[in-house]
């Protein structure tokens, strides 16, 4: 392979690299505008945790974690939560940011409200946890979420 055949390969791994990142950095951006602009209260928090891709603090106890995970060219998105003391971290659910800007095949990530609405869809397990631990009278746990989220499929 000549010089110029692995330059060419380079821009094309750079160029596809760049957009992916690009795509990662707007669907953020939407998730933080969709949550800070809603008028509905979730109770979110915008986390300044520069180790983290994106996280919120929820009831001033936990933290919900949106990352790009798996390495170079990912394009699994997880879901996590975990106290805000870093104990306990479950993934909750994952999804997949595909190369055209979507997210679960058809989620724009530059609508902000359908990022919102996914993003709330994932993350329900964890209100839904929430409120059955409170209304019960008993102990938090995510163990059952975590479980599920990893037999899940990334739609």
């Known amino acids: 392979m000549t010089i110029w055949e692995i330059s060419e390969k ?6 596809r690299h760049h957009r992916q990142q690009e795509q990662w950095r707007i669907y953020c951006n939407s998730l933080v505008q969709g949550i800070t602009l809603s008028k509905a209260r979730l109770h979110h928090a915008v986390n300044c945790a520069p180790d983290k891709d994106l996280s919120f603090v929820l009831f001033e106890h936990f933290v919900l974690s949106v990352s790009l995970v798996g390495g170079f060219n990912s394009h699994t998105i997880e879901y996590t939560v975990e106290t805000r003391d870093g104990q306990d971290k479950k993934c909750i659910a994952r999804a997949e940011l595909n190369a055209d800007g979507t997210v679960d095949n058809g989620v724009k990530c530059r609508d902000r409200e359908q990022v919102l609405e996914h993003y709330l869809e994932k993350i329900a397990p964890v209100y ?14 995510f163990n059952p979420l975590a479980q599920s989220a990893n037999t899940a499929k990334v739609a």
């Open 10 to 15: 380079a821009d094309f791994i750079a160029d």
């Open 128 to 141: 839904d946890a929430l409120y059955a631990a409170l209304e019960s009278d008993s102990p938090v746990t």
